[in-house]
T-cell receptor
Framework: GAGVSQTPSNKVTEKGKYVELRCDPI?????LYWYRQSLGQGPEFLIY????????DSGLPNDRFFAVRPEGSVSTLKIQRTERGDSAVYLC????????????FGAGSRLTVL | AQKITQTQPGMFVQEKEAVTLDCTYD???????LFWYKQPSSGEMIFLIY??????QNATEGRYSLNFQKARKSANLVISASQLGDSAMYFC????????????FGKGTSLLVTP
């Protein structure tokens, strides 16, 4: 696609529920990133994929968070047993691996855990 | 430790004036890249400008320029001829090439351009 597409744009869920957030990167971008942005903060790195594999998952806060990218394109961020502290905007970005590796971001998925 | 520091939570500038947004960084990696992103109220992060640690010249992109002072570890963004549409959050970020591909962001500066 022309840009990075994220769905849903808004998700409201109850504490303890499971959620999935989807990211469709720019066609041909092999690198994909997930970030989390809390109110009034800069984006915080969660995980980076190169192709199908997670090359760096050091930013995932705990084992309730998991992400996959089975075919090297679309990625899904999965959050189990959601907590109120998980409320944030989840940003996805993709890049090529040449040059400066400029990240192109999607519009984000706003997650609210009640 | 905070790798990117943006000390100005909020800034005002009058339309058509220039404004400088401050950014300092902390790294021991000799190879790194510095980025500035704009985030309007719509929420999407928009890439503005990039400076590599080995670049001799300061980066420029249209009305944006990066005042790169390597010894001081600062990478200030200069916006010339401010426009009302420049009102947004601005984030400075760094990638350390020896530490992987993660971009580390600062907390941002909110810029308001007034008529």
């Amino acid at each position: 696609g022309a840009g990075v597409s994220q769905t849903p744009s808004n998700k409201v869920t109850e504490k303890g529920k499971y959620v999935e957030l989807r990211c469709d990167p720019i066609s041909g971008h092999t690198a994909l990133y997930w970030y989390r942005q809390s109110l009034g903060q800069g984006p915080e790195f969660l995980i980076y994929f190169q192709g199908t594999g997670a090359a760096d998952d050091s930013g995932l806060p705990n084992d309730r968070f998991f992400a996959v990218r089975p075919e090297g394109s679309v990625s899904t961020l999965k959050i189990q047993r959601t907590e109120r502290g998980d409320s944030a905007v989840y940003l996805c970005a993709s890049s090529s691996v040449s040059g400066a590796n400029v990240l192109t971001f999607g519009a984000g998925s706003r997650l609210t855990v009640l | 430790a905070q790798k990117i520091t943006q000390t100005q939570p909020g800034m005002f500038v009058q339309e058509k004036e220039a404004v400088t947004l401050d950014c300092t960084y902390d790294t021991s990696d000799p190879s790194y890249g510095l980025f500035w992103y704009k985030q309007p109220s719509s929420g999407e992060m928009i890439f503005l400008i990039y400076q590599g640690s080995y670049d001799q010249q300061n980066a420029t992109e249209g009305r944006y320029s990066l005042n790169f002072q390597k010894a001081r570890k600062s990478a200030n963004l200069v916006i010339s001829a401010s426009q009302l549409g420049d009102s947004a959050m601005y984030f400075c970020a760094m990638r350390e090439w020896d530490s992987g591909y993660a971009l580390n962001f600062g907390k941002g500066t909110s810029l308001l351009v007034t008529p």
